[in-house]
């Protein structure tokens, strides 16, 4: 394909015309810009809906315990070590393993189970992501492998943006050897941008924020 047919393709799925001048870029944010915790809850949970995810806001932790029940329906779940998770009664659930598993172990038990359940040590409102820190508490296997995510979370720990969490956080690796950033259920596109979901992880992604 010559270099000009490419361009036109590129300018067509863009809806711009040749010669068309750029858009101004953004004004570069300089400084924090914190929601109240209402405004950041309800801007998570669109943004979630927004990515084909699924949030739901529970008024205790034992609604969240039966929206995860619900969800699991009789069949299997791998969860974390998250304390959270233990606050809300999810590890007592009938059909959930947890535990501090080998490598080897996890791995077959999140290969089959139909549920994931994870926390999340912070989400993002302004993109409707999950912030997962690797560590005992929280295998990244947990949230990757098993068709389907759900992670419950506190809503003190939804923040506004990523400059925020980075305000938080100036230097993750310092904290976990991996910073896991879950932004609705897993999805790629070929060079025809043609969009397929649940090739590289879960195809659905359920969230609970649990309001304190």
């Known amino acids: 394909m010559r270099r000009d047919d490419i361009l036109r393709d590129v300018r067509s799925a863009l809806r711009r015309t040749a010669g068309q001048p750029a858009r101004d870029v953004p004004a570069a944010r300089l400084r924090l810009q914190p929601a109240d915790a209402e405004s950041r809850i309800r801007q998570f949970c669109a943004a979630v809906e927004n990515l084909a995810g699924k949030a739901h806001r529970a008024a205790s932790c034992a609604e969240a315990c039966a929206y995860a029940s619900k969800l699991l329906a009789g069949g299997t779940a791998v969860a974390s070590n998250a304390p959270f998770l233990n606050t809300c009664g999810i590890t007592s659930l009938p059909g959930v393993r947890t535990g501090r598993f080998e490598e080897a172990q ?25 912030v997962v820190l690797s560590s005992a508490e929280e295998a990244r296997m947990i949230s990757l492998l098993p068709p389907v995510h759900l992670a419950i979370l506190s809503s003190e720990r939804i923040l506004t943006g ?50 304190s």
């Open 106 to 130: 996890l791995r077959s038990l999140c290969a089959v189970a139909d549920l994931g359940i994870t926390s999340a040590d912070y989400a993002i409102a302004e993109t409707g992501t999950l």
């Open 162 to 211: 990523l400059d925020e969490l980075f305000a938080l956080l100036p230097h993750p690796a310092e904290k976990t050897s991996s910073m896991v950033l879950i932004t609705g259920p897993s999805r790629t596109a070929d060079i025809e941008m043609t969009l397929i979901r649940k090739v590289h992880g879960p195809g659905e992604v359920h969230v609970v924020i649990v309001e």
